[in-house]
């Protein structure tokens, strides 16, 4: 697991990595401080790139965005990892925005229309095929 964050740049809150302790990657989550994004385009970048590195059986892009950023200009749906790994899909979660669903639907990913924090652990921790 690993965060990319913007908060007036982009930058790792925590680089890809094989979780561990998941509190201690808890709090840094907790605490982080999120601005607006301009462009999914650089976050993409660098999350694509990270698992492009990443030996992982199973690869996901997970976007929590109110979906206003700049939609990015490559396409992630044919990018593929090492060969013995599966195609990294994103998966976007917001109240709708068309962005967020077209990154979504490009990256063979999905779409979650979250309306509550509340439910977004759910989301999380459900299971996918």
């Not at 007036?8 to 907790?30: M, R």
């Not at 059986?57 to 206003?68: E, P």
């Not at 962005?99 to 439910?119: C, D, E, H, L, W």
Request: aromatic share 6%.
């Amino acid at each position: 697991m690993g965060v990319v964050l913007w908060d007036g740049t982009e930058h790792w809150l925590f680089p890809l990595q094989k979780v561990g302790n998941k509190g201690s990657l808890g709090q840094q989550i907790a605490g982080m401080n999120q601005g607006d994004l301009g462009s999914f385009q650089n976050i993409l970048d660098m999350a694509h790139g990270a698992l492009q590195k990443s030996t992982a059986n199973l690869k996901h892009i997970i976007i929590f965005s109110d979906g206003d950023p700049g939609a990015p200009t490559r396409p992630y749906a044919s990018h593929r990892g090492r060969p013995h790994n599966r195609q990294h899909r994103p998966h976007c979660r917001h109240a709708g925005p068309e962005t967020m669903m077209s990154i979504a639907q490009q990256g063979k990913g999905r779409f979650y229309n979250v309306t509550s924090p509340m439910i977004c652990p759910r989301f999380l921790s459900r299971k996918r095929p």
